[in-house]
């Protein structure tokens, strides 16, 4: 009987020791929840994915050199007064109309882009060097200005402008089917891989980190795929106008939008993850001690200074939902104005204006994404970026161009059957924006019930008990209404005490 009360009391103990590590464990995770529930509460103002407040406090690269960082504007301003006087007193004259008006003009364009990378403001990024970003905004001026200029001349004039660049342009160029015989096997053929080949071109590889850019500018892969399947459905539509849209089934679907565009963006997903882990901590050149910490931190000036992730939840408000749909309309029109630009202009596509246009438009497009997000997301933004306003201006004023410069190409109708699957498309998407956005808009959204948490200690700080239901609060009855900004601000001036009573607890326990 000895044997069977102490086995009993045994298991009485190990089931009190089990209850009470149960309780125990419990307990510190309500207290977790509590503390959570608390952070969470405390950052209730914060109703933007991404804190811009603090944002706006990094003005500038504290890390970078001072004397890299100065803009030197007197320093820039006296050497573009002395080349000045150098062209007009010192150097000789030369007799020739053109060579002249080609050197003025380089002349004018590189005192406006100093200009400009000297007293422009800074925009949204900093590396790998503010005069970086300011110089591509002072060119993307010069193109828009450029651009009218084109726009007012006729398509004879226009091409013409084009040999003071180079004297091949200017000349009709042949548009290359990539249609026609579109059998993967050709057996009637020496070359039965031939239809492969001929496909297969310096353009997928273009194709592929064209994606991958644009997959890192959006900083959202659905967005690109959205625009990749987009541009090969507008292939199909257009193809009666341009040869070059011209593919086979297996070039549009399997090359370009499963390899090609697919691939470039899985690669823009990796580097996407890869920013978005990354630890963005600086030092100064001077103040890390190894060479191949001075390396590897001279290199990391080529990565971003602070990465910030791209939420634009596009079915969040009607705002939302419009602006998306228009920056994918505003891409798919930029993806366009590449091939008719060519076409109406007679730019060969191996012509180094092709890339380096590609370039601008990659560079001006991630500052005018970034612009956008900020407009979307941050409620002390109400303007329109310098570089997005920019940016559109250039997108129309090429379609303005492509439309006056190929009006006869333009102007071809489109099929019925296309063009009948184009009206059903757009009004199955206004269709859906009106049931989404008006009919089944909430009209009352019930605003998150939070806890009564006590601040300070929880031995000495009374408990303020709820009234019988007859009874009325003295504070009225909208004392407990909740009140995100009047708990942010309480949650703020107690932190320290919480987190005081926190640690507290956490020494009773252990």
């Given amino acids: 009987m000895e044997v069977v009360d102490g086995a009993m009391q ?9 209850k009470n590590a149960m309780d125990n464990a419990i307990h510190r995770i309500k207290k977790e929840v509590k503390l959570q529930k608390m952070k969470s509460d405390s950052m209730c103002r914060l109703k933007t994915a991404h804190n811009w407040q603090e944002e706006k406090e990094n003005v500038e690269d504290p890390d970078a050199p001072s004397y890299f960082w100065r803009a030197h504007t007197v320093t820039v301003l006296l050497v573009l007064i002395c080349c000045l006087v150098y062209t007009a007193l010192i150097e000789n004259p030369v007799e020739d109309s053109t060579y002249n008006g080609k ?51 006729t398509p004879v004039d ?10 091949d342009l200017g000349e009709p160029i042949p548009e290359k089917d990539y249609g026609g015989n579109c059998r993967l096997y050709d057996g009637d053929n020496e070359d039965p891989w031939h239809n492969i080949k001929d496909k297969v071109d310096i353009f997928m590889v273009a194709h592929l980190a064209g994606y991958w ?48 565009n697919g691939g470039g963006t899985i690669l823009g997903v990796y580097t996407l993850r890869w920013l978005s882990m ?18 590897k931190r001279f290199f990391g000036q080529f990565s971003p200074h602070g990465w910030i992730e791209f939420t634009w939840n596009p079915l969040s408000s009607y705002e939302r939902w419009i602006a998306i749909v228009c920056i994918t309309i505003g891409f798919l029109i930029t993806e366009l104005n590449t091939f008719y630009l060519k076409f109406v202009l007679w730019i060969p596509p191996n012509h180094i204006l092709n890339p ?43 379609l303005l161009i492509c439309i006056k410069f190929g009006w006869s190409t333009i102007t071809k109708p489109l099929p019925r059957h296309i063009a009948l699957w184009w009206v059903l498309g757009a009004g199955l998407l206004l269709l859906y924006t009106v049931v989404k956005f008006y009919l089944l808009k909430p009209y009352y959204i019930p605003r998150p019930e939070k806890e009564n948490i006590q601040m300070g200690s929880p031995v000495n700080t ?19 209404e909740d009140n995100c900004e009047q708990a942010g601000d309480k949650n703020s001036l107690s932190q320290a005490g919480l987190f005081t009573n926190q640690l507290r607890e956490d020494k009773k326990d252990l």
């Fill in 10 to 18: 045994a298991v009485d103990g190990a089931i009190d020791n089990a």
């Fill in 103 to 153: 050197r003025g003009f380089v002349a004018a364009l590189f005192f406006w882009v100093t200009l400009g990378m000297t007293i422009m403001p800074d925009g949204p990024f900093l590396r790998p060097h503010p005069a970086l970003w300011r110089f591509t905004f002072a060119f993307g001026v010069f193109y828009e200005l450029l651009l009218i200029y084109i726009l007012f001349q």
């Fill in 158 to 167: 226009a091409r013409k402008l084009l040999k003071y660049i180079d004297g």
């Fill in 213 to 260: 850019c644009k997959t890192i500018i959006f900083r959202d892969w659905w967005l690109t795929t959205v625009i990749s399947i987009m541009f090969e459905f507008l292939e199909y539509s257009l193809e009666h106008q341009l040869p070059n849209f011209s593919e086979c089934w297996w070039d549009h679907w399997i090359l370009d939008v499963v390899i090609c």
């Fill in 278 to 295: 990354k630890t963005y901590y600086w030092r100064g050149l001077y103040e890390i001690p190894t060479y191949r910490g001075k390396i």
């Fill in 356 to 398: 380096v246009r590609l370039l601008f438009i990659l560079l001006w497009g991630a500052v005018s994404l970034r612009e956008t997000f900020q407009l979307l997301d941050d409620p002390n933004c109400d303007r329109l970026g310098r570089q997005s306003w920019v940016m559109i201006a250039i997108v129309v004023t090429e």
């Fill in 462 to 480: 009374p408990v303020k008990q709820k009234g019988l239901p007859g009874e009325v609060d003295e504070d009225g009855p909208d004392a407990g």
